[in-house]
């Protein structure tokens, strides 16, 4: 089976991202669509939080809203991520092919995009009692400083770690 050429190496073009339209294929392979290993790790802790606390069963519409703020939340910071290492990404074999670097999303409708998921974000943020929100919104600084913790540390991915655990 030959892979296709305008995917990147490291992900799979069948299910769901086959399903989609050319045009929007781009969009979901810069959120990573393709790979819900990162929304998982946001929404597993998340789902076991809540049903530890009782609500497995009776709170499954917070469950839902926590799926959909995972799966959007983990695509904007991926999004965010390529907006700030698109140039990096051009010079890296393994990246090159990602949206961005190689022209298949403009930067400025990267930007759009990333607008869309964080605002499918404050959606889900305002169902959360205000404690959970600031809490929420202080995790923004870390999410913020990953792309750059490349350029300052051999270790990003112990920030990357920082980042999902708070």
């Not at 709170?59 to 904007?76: D, N, S, T, V």
Request: a positive charge; one cysteine or more.
């Amino acid at each position: 089976m030959q892979r296709d050429t305008l995917s990147p190496p490291d992900t799979e073009h069948r299910g769901f991202i086959g399903l989609l339209p050319a045009n929007l294929r781009p969009f979901a392979l810069l959120a990573r669509f393709d790979r819900p290993i990162g929304w998982w790790l946001l929404f597993w802790p998340c789902f076991w939080g809540i049903s530890l606390a009782g609500g497995a069963i009776r709170e499954w519409p917070l469950i839902l809203w926590m799926l959909l703020g995972a799966i959007a939340m983990r695509g904007a910071g991926c999004v965010y991520n390529d907006i700030v290492d698109r140039d990096l990404d051009r010079q890296v074999a393994r990246t090159a092919s990602r949206p961005l670097a190689s022209g298949a999303v403009s930067t400025k409708a990267a930007w759009v995009w990333l607008g869309v998921l964080c605002l499918v974000g404050l959606v889900v943020l305002l169902q959360l009692n205000f404690n959970a929100q600031l809490l929420a919104l202080e995790s923004l600084l870390l999410v913020a400083a990953y792309p750059f913790m490349k350029r300052i540390t051999w270790w990003p991915q112990l920030w990357l770690g920082l980042v999902f655990s708070w």
